[in-house]
């Protein structure tokens, strides 16, 4: 959702701040603006709807020369997307400006106080009302005798956040106090880059990484003051917070489209690296090399699956359809009882948890509101945490208490693909150790599980071959009106992550079923326009769903299988009018393999239609706001 950009320094600041932006734009947006504070003590407002290429046409005779200012992507929630609904909001004397990440709830009582006091508003947003209440107590501070000028914008800022209720990332900068930046959160990530007498704001860490990776996050109720020469944290109470300086090891390039078109193909081949880092370094291995146990002890994860009565798995979107196939795997291998609860829901549902129940929270960015109330409402029962995210120093990983990283490198493009399978291989882990710790699982079955994980990443890279086989046929159905997923057991997840795929890039119909459910209704929907994708990989049910899929073909559907190489590839090739085969790995490990052609036929698909797949329509990368 919305992206902060912040800069003060001694570099002419709108360059940094829109390269900043540019970085940022993964997170979905429908307008930028800008403010930079002018040598001649002008606060400079940029604003403009749409692409940050139409703000950046805006800005080419603008000649801005300030080092200090702040910007912003902003994803409309309060307001139509237009330029006057842009951030920066200003005050009415045009000298405080505001970018703000975040719904502030009781904005409508606010806005009416301060039009009683003749402040008259300029857009529909929440925001606005940021900008005329911090100028309301600046002007008290600005008339206590005892006051020092460094503490003016700071103060009125953190009185205005008092009023607020809601949640925010934002940053407050003012002509009338041209040294500073002020910053603060409260339920949306915000970071401060640490420089050379510069220093940096941003929603996210890729938006700095060209510049810095010394980097302090700041926490919920925090705020910052950025000046030219330190950067210093605070709580709302003004004590002084001494913050380690966290190191980030992400490499700039690893933010950048290293030749790929989009970031969403690269991040599809990217996955035998990320899986294989986020699964080798847990795996200890005997003299030969083979692997022999897990070691997450050394991750500072101790978990007594012993003494945990009841597992629930919680997330949302395509982190939730991990945690699903993370259920089948503690139900197969550990033979223990786990619920899969969506995150959203899961978080008014009032759950009976207690001490022994362990909550395992999965989430790319560590930063999805739903995700975190979800989290927050588990712990608050007693229950033990863990968090599977891929994002170090995410509200997720600090305030969990036990992690496990996903270590698959920033992920850029809107639709998750590279973190599903790092999740996947998180979950797996813990489920093996779950059923040697139960003792369900003997120590031959246990090495040859492992053994077969640790062969995954090049499996992915034999089922990344197919990429030709698939383009050539979304090229061919790629504006079908319907597309059905259909698979049983771990397919059937797997089936679900592949229609949200179709769904997110390609603005398909498509959807996933069970495929026992067909005959119970959604077949009455099949007919000539339809294609129906088999998820073709739990062997004991082969002959279950060549009967499902000679059921749709029979009423014009066209189709496609994904199953593995030999033959299965065989059988399905009689009833399918394609199959897409993969080098065979157990049942259970199979969403690892045949999501990969399902992400490349989502990818294809959109590219066919014109759209670009890494910034979908209507969606934001990472859901901050409920
Ligand atoms: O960052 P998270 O994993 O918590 O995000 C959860 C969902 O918003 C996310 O997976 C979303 O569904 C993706 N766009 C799917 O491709």
Redesign the pocket.
């Known amino acids: 959702m919305c992206g902060i950009a912040g800069y003060i320094g001694y570099k002419a600041a709108a360059p940094v701040l829109l390269a900043a932006l540019r970085k940022l734009e993964y997170r979905g947006y429908d307008s930028a603006g800008i403010a930079v504070l002018e040598p001649d003590g002008r606060l400079s407002v940029h604003k403009a709807k749409g692409e940050l290429s139409v703000l950046e046409k805006r800005l080419k005779n603008a000649s801005l020369f300030g080092t200090l200012g702040i910007a912003h992507t902003r994803w409309a929630t309060h307001g139509e997307p237009s330029d006057i609904n842009s951030h920066p909001h200003t005050n009415m004397e045009g000298n405080v400006a505001v970018v703000h990440n975040g719904i502030i709830e009781n904005y409508a009582a606010i806005k009416l106080w301060l039009e009683n006091r003749n402040v008259k508003f300029q857009s529909d947003t929440d925001t606005e009302v940021i900008a005329h209440l911090v100028t309301y107590y600046l002007k008290e501070e600005e008339s206590r005798p005892d006051i020092k000028d460094e503490n003016v914008l700071f103060n009125a800022v953190r009185t205005a956040l008092s009023k607020l209720e809601g949640s925010y990332a934002l940053a407050v900068c003012s002509s009338l106090f041209p040294e500073q930046i002020i910053a603060a959160r409260k339920d949306c990530p915000l970071v401060v880059g640490l420089g050379q007498n510069e220093y940096f704001l941003a929603s996210d860490i890729p938006a700095m990484l060209e510049h810095t990776r010394e980097v302090l996050f700041l926490e919920d109720n925090e705020l910052a003051v950025l000046c030219r020469n330190n950067a210093a944290l605070y709580s709302t109470d003004n004590d002084r917070i001494e913050r380690k300086v966290s190191h980030v090891e992400w490499d700039a390039g690893a933010a950048e489209k290293s030749g790929y078109p989009h970031f969403m193909l690269k991040e599809i081949h990217e996955q035998p690296g990320a899986i294989a880092n986020t699964l080798r370094p847990r795996l200890c291995r005997d003299a030969a090399g083979a692997p022999l146990d897990i070691g997450f002890e050394d991750y500072g994860v101790k978990l007594d699956f012993a003494n945990i009565e009841r597992i629930t798995l919680t997330?949302?979107?395509?982190?939730?359809?991990a945690a699903l196939i993370g259920k089948g795997a503690f139900e197969y291998f550990a033979r223990l009882s786990v619920a899969m609860e969506i995150?959203s829901e899961f978080r008014y549902c009032n759950p009976v948890l207690g001490e022994k129940d362990l909550v395992i929270v999965?989430?790319?960015?560590?930063?999805?509101a739903d995700?975190l109330a979800a989290m927050r409402l588990a712990k608050s029962r007693g229950a033990k945490i863990l968090a599977i995210?891929?994002v170090v120093g995410s509200t997720?990983a600090r305030e969990a208490g036990s992690v496990l990283y996903t270590y698959a490198g920033p992920e850029i493009a809107?639709?998750?693909?590279k973190?599903?399978t790092s999740?996947l291989v998180c979950l797996y882990l813990l489920a093996l150790k779950a059923a040697k710790e139960r003792g369900v699982m003997d120590s031959d079955n246990f090495r040859a599980a492992l053994n077969a994980l640790d062969k995954i990443p090049e499996g992915v890279k034999t089922a990344l071959s197919a990429l030709e086989a698939v383009q050539r046929f979304a090229a061919r159905q790629y504006n079908k009106n319907k597309v059905f997923f259909m698979g049983r057991q771990f397919d059937y997840a797997t089936a679900m992550e592949s229609a949200?795929?179709l769904k997110?890039i390609n603005y398909t119909h498509s959807e996933a079923f069970a495929a026992g459910e067909l005959k119970h209704g959604p077949i009455a929907l099949v007919d000539n326009g339809t294609l129906v994708v088999a998820l073709a990989t739990q062997r004991a049910l082969f002959d279950k769903l060549v009967s499902n899929i000679r059921e749709v073909t029979s009423r014009g559907a066209a189709s496609v299988a994904i199953t593995w190489q030999g033959e299965a590839e065989k059988l399905f090739s009689k009833v399918c009018d394609e199959v897409f085969a993969l080098p065979p790995v157990p049942d259970a490990f199979s969403p690892l393999l045949s999501i990969v052609p399902a992400q490349l036929f989502a990818y294809y698909c959109a590219i066919q239609r014109g759209n670009n797949p890494d910034k979908?329509r209507n969606?934001?990368?990472?859901?901050t706001v409920e």
Request: glycine fraction near 6%; include cysteine.
């Open positions: 997330a949302c979107g395509t982190a939730a359809h995150a999965v989430s790319q960015s560590g930063e999805t995700t995210t891929n997720l809107v639709a998750s693909t973190a599903f999740q949200l795929k997110e979908p969606l934001a990368k990472s859901v």
